[in-house]
């Protein structure tokens, strides 16, 4: 066994970075039995130097990132910043530099994971982000390489825990979106400011990673039809109670059936309560996978948090030391499919649009006509009326997006149509 | 790239065998394209040449593997025979002879995993085996490899699709286990000789290997306590339901307390109802893991089948040829910790024990101290009578199993007690 030991450098020691460096220490026989050959924490560049951090020498603290980077002796970069900038230009860094990098930033990898992975290979280096989704669980090498044999055609998981957490108390309690989150920042599931978790820009940054390796292919953030959950109501729940259904915020990855082109999407969905995926409870993630040779497969575990995104953090650590030691690499990007990636108007799935209407004789065949004159195949109507007013809620067969949008842009035009209260797609079926 | 192709010996065409060679042939530039280099199908190596294998050119079937191994110009050895020997000697000589081998036998890696190990690093080879556990569900290359960096303190799992066919037709439809055998055997769900699925020897192999990966220490298949569920009756799953739960045939690996041995174990267990490994039906396959930093993992998907099977070689199959064209080999075996593995007495469980007993006054107190005597202390007792016999079921607290032993050993004595008639531990809370 070497007894030189490999030269880490740790970018950011907030939550994760912190339990990345204290399980480096205490767990060091065991990471050096693994490697084969020591792991050293050569400097842990931060942006407070002055913050207490226990069991980290202070000695090894810096706010000077690109200086740690560039002593030339250091081997592996773990980046647990986040954000674009500066980690960008860090990461660049660190290839220029001779280091591999393990990464947890799905922004920048959903952004910028082309460029980074050509840097990579451009230097002969790795580039690892297991931890970029969905935490934990492994996801990112048993698609990357458990799968590598097989032909995955379709992706779908609950990959943001704040969001399955805030739609878990909703179907629980009847609480409605606010009370919910509210309870979920109390708890600190939920930041602050909660936008890129509920409007579903977290879960699409995932989407638009895992996407490209499923399908080989490159799909950017941009590719990704994105729509949050802060419209999701406690009367959608009721609605979805009664369809035999739970309302999940889901990541889902398609391969169209000619094989042409893929789509990805986030958007809150209804699902069935005897689907694996309703039963994520809390802030847990799960994803399904389904793959033409394997069938079905689900993954889960906690989607978040320090010690679990650090567990992925570490095996990564583990596998690119190796691959150093071996002067080799592992798998990088595979995009040789180069796959368009379709809109959202040519997704096809069902639909749950529930309407206000005036309570009068004829509407609902005025409604009946609007669907079937733009193709969209109704499954069942219920109707309920209440003084003079009424609701309808109407279950479709299987549309496309764009004619379902159709539908409603011709349906509010109508004279008994007092508005459209919600529209959401049924999935898992 | 490069264009000299990497050359694959298949040994066995059977179900998982011709799916092999099948989907290497339509998926030859997928492949190509993942691998960095083609692969090509150089030979096929059979029992009865003169069956008919549909997409297989018949100038590479053969009888002779040893020749066709010792050809000189195989890169990639595929075992799926299955079985102690020839496949034994086969993957010993694919070693001398330059080549890396993906298996997917359960068997033998779990009797000689050790010796098999050695001898692929003492040629700098590869010996990739996903297929050998859970059929399709990535799980060897997790635990090997995303985990590499946590510390695994247990695992859990259904790693056995028959005999959760079996036994979820018991619990759904109250048949008795001959007859969802039965049931079983005309799906195609058990082989004609039941044997090593009911008896657990298929799950304890897997027990095995799993341990091995799970604790870094060497755990073979003797090591492993196992008990089959050609036992388990109606009446125990009308019990199990009555404490709101069902019954898994479960392999259990477990880290003891003080880290400083390792049990494993195959025996049906009851678990919760709201358990994940509950609602785990037919012939599915899921496995939990429970690491220190990551928290509650679950892997789930089809156990078996040609097609599943094929998946995860193929994943291999790609590994180890990356490997080879980089000149690396994967991570090994890691039996560094070298724990021992604890015998049965030592686990520490939950009980259910269902017991004949003479309807007559002062028998609960004599069974409560039996238990008392021993050590064992009981979470609750249900006692019902009829025609001067009563049936007496106790639930136990957590207690050492040989402690659980001896009080059976003793209530047997009793002169009231008339029989045992089922024991089953508790697991799952």
């Not at 606010?178 to 890129?196: F, W």
Request: proline share 4%.
């Amino acid at each position: 066994m070497r007894t030189r030991p490999l030269k880490v450098a740790l970018l950011g020691c907030g939550v994760v970075g912190s339990e990345v460096a204290r399980i480096m220490t205490t767990h060091a026989d065991d990471l050096t039995a693994r490697i084969g050959a020591p792991v050293e924490l050569a400097g842990v560049a931060v942006r407070r130097p002055s913050k207490v951090r226990a069991g980290i020498d202070p000695a090894l603290i810096t706010t000077d990132a690109t200086a740690l980077l560039k002593r030339g002796d250091i081997d592996v970069v773990i980046e647990v910043i986040g954000g674009i900038e500066p980690a960008r230009t860090l990461i660049t860094t660190a290839f220029e530099n001779g280091a591999s990098v393990v990464s947890a930033n799905k922004a920048l990898l959903a952004q910028d994971g082309a460029a980074l992975h050509a840097a990579a290979e451009q230097h002969g280096l790795d580039l690892y982000y297991e931890a970029a989704v969905a935490g934990a669980i492994p996801l990112v090498r048993p698609m990357r390489e458990s799968l590598a044999g097989d032909k995955i055609n379709r992706v779908m998981g609950i990959v943001n825990g704040t969001t399955n957490f805030i739609l878990d108390k909703m179907d629980s309690t009847g609480a409605g979106y606010q009370e919910a989150l509210d309870e979920a920042t109390a708890l600190g599931y939920a930041e602050a400011d909660p936008t890129a978790d509920v409007e579903g820009y977290d879960a699409a940054a995932k989407a638009a990673i895992l996407a490209g390796i499923a399908f080989h292919t490159r799909v950017r953030l941009d590719d990704v039809y994105r729509e949050g959950m802060t419209e999701v109501s406690a009367s959608d729940f009721a609605s979805a109670k009664r369809m035999g259904c739970t309302i999940k915020l889901l990541a889902i990855l398609e391969r169209a059936a000619d094989g042409e082109s893929v789509t990805a999407r986030v958007h809150p969905a209804m699902i069935p309560l005897t689907h694996p995926l309703a039963s994520v409870r809390e802030a847990y993630n799960a994803v399904f996978v389904e793959a033409e040779a394997a069938g079905r497969l689900m993954f889960y575990g906690p989607g978040a948090g320090g010690s679990p995104t650090a567990s992925a953090v570490l095996g990564d650590l583990v596998a690119v030391c190796r691959n150093k030691l071996a002067e080799a690499t592992g798998p990088g990007e595979s995009a040789y499919t180069q796959l368009p990636v379709s809109a959202m108007g040519e997704v096809v799935t069902r639909y749950h649009i529930s309407l206000d209407v005036a309570d009068k004789p004829g509407v609902l065949a005025q409604v009946a006509t609007t669907f079937a004159e733009h193709g969209v195949s109704i499954d069942t109507v219920r109707q309920q009326g209440k003084d003079g007013e009424a609701s309808l809620v109407v279950v479709t067969h299987r549309a496309p997006d764009a004619a379902l949008s159709g539908t409603v842009d011709a349906l509010r035009k109508l004279d008994t149509v007092r508005g459209v209260a919600s529209i959401m797609r049924v999935e898992g079926e």
